[in-house]
């Protein structure tokens, strides 16, 4: 169980039906209030609604993180409703190329680059303001950057003030197999980009990490599962058997299973984490 995330505004973009929406649902049951942000604007009204159907409290809008303007937008709607940030989520993807790079034309290595590692950092540029704000109202009793004895070591009560950007990398960056080139080298410059941006950040109180999903065993994964079952013989059961064989906890991560490790980094409880990649697959790698 992760703690509250009561008084805390969480923005995603790029939210899906799968992770995103969990994690809109999850957080919200957390006490956060949160921004549903995609390119789709039915589906994160669809997100958004449900959320306020369970209680919840949840602002949906559009945005194509690849274009400046639209993420200066999402800011200004975000501005609109509330004059601090506490927690970024940066899930926006698309399915890249799946073939070896002498089979990959540069753009589409580009384009990859563009979505994973620009649209995080426009987006968390964007949005570094509302987080520093965010930083200085959470623990607020301590004071950004310091322990409630104001001093540098770590003491029982209220976690120090701080706000937090989780940026959704894959566990792609430990593979070698050369169909994963295109997203390795995305997913991999995410990480880099999630160092810098907490070395840059942290004096402003801004955390700043990376989880690592190997698998996030929901409908996407299930379509694919199934579409290579139809591929190579077999089915479904057969696909997900001979993947998870090579976990240890022999099983693939469900969304909930990525999405808590998520909430973690996001809440008070992760105070002192910052410039980390959390990977999150249940045991395909020792990292
Ligand atoms: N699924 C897995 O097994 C798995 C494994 C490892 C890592 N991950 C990572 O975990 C994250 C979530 O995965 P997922 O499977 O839930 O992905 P997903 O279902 O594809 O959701 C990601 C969402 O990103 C949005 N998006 C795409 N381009 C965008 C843009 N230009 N601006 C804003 N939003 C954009 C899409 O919504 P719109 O089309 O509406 O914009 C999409 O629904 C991703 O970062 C992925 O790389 C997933």
């Known amino acids: 169980m992760t703690e509250s995330l009561s008084n805390k505004t969480i923005v995603i973009v790029g939210a899906g039906p799968g992770f995103g929406r969990t994690l809109a649902l999850r957080a919200a049951a957390k006490g956060a209030t949160v921004v549903v942000a995609a390119r789709t604007e039915s589906r994160v009204v669809e997100i958004a609604e449900e959320v306020r159907a ?17 993420v200066r937008a999402l800011r200004e709607t975000v501005a609109g409703h509330t004059d601090a940030v506490h927690g970024l989520v940066y899930s926006a993807f698309a399915v890249p190329s799946m073939k070896p ?50 001093a540098g070591a770590a003491q029982d009560g209220a976690a120090p003030a701080s706000s937090s950007v989780v940026m959704m990398a894959s566990a792609v960056i430990h593979h070698s197999r050369e169909r994963y080139a295109g997203y390795k080298i995305a997913k991999t410059a995410l990480v880099a980009l999630g160092h810098s941006l907490a070395t840059e950040l942290g004096p402003r109180g801004i955390r700043v990490n990376t989880v690592a999903p190997g698998y996030i065993y929901g409908e996407t994964l299930k379509a694919y599962f199934e579409h290579l079952a139809t591929k190579y013989g077999g089915t479904l059961e057969d696909v997900y058997a001979h993947t998870a064989e090579k976990m240890d906890l022999r ?22 984490v910052t410039g980390q990649t959390l990977t999150v697959d249940c045991g395909e790698f020792h990292t």
């Not at 965010?134 to 104001?150: F, I, K, R």
């Not at 099983?251 to 002192?272: N, Q, T, Y």
């Open 54 to 70: 369970g209680g919840g409290n949840a602002i949906a809008a559009s945005v194509d993180a690849t274009d400046p303007g639209s």
């Open 101 to 150: 790079l002498a089979q990959t034309d540069h753009e589409q290595i580009s384009r990859g680059i563009d979505l994973s590692v620009l649209g995080a950092l426009r987006t968390t540029q964007e949005f570094t303001s509302l987080l520093e704000a965010g930083a200085a109202d959470t623990g607020a009793s301590a004071g950004a950057g310091t322990n409630e004895d104001g």
């Open 251 to 272: 099983r693939l991560p469900g969304e909930r299973e990525i999405v808590d490790p998520v909430l973690f980094l996001l809440s008070d409880a992760a105070s002192a």
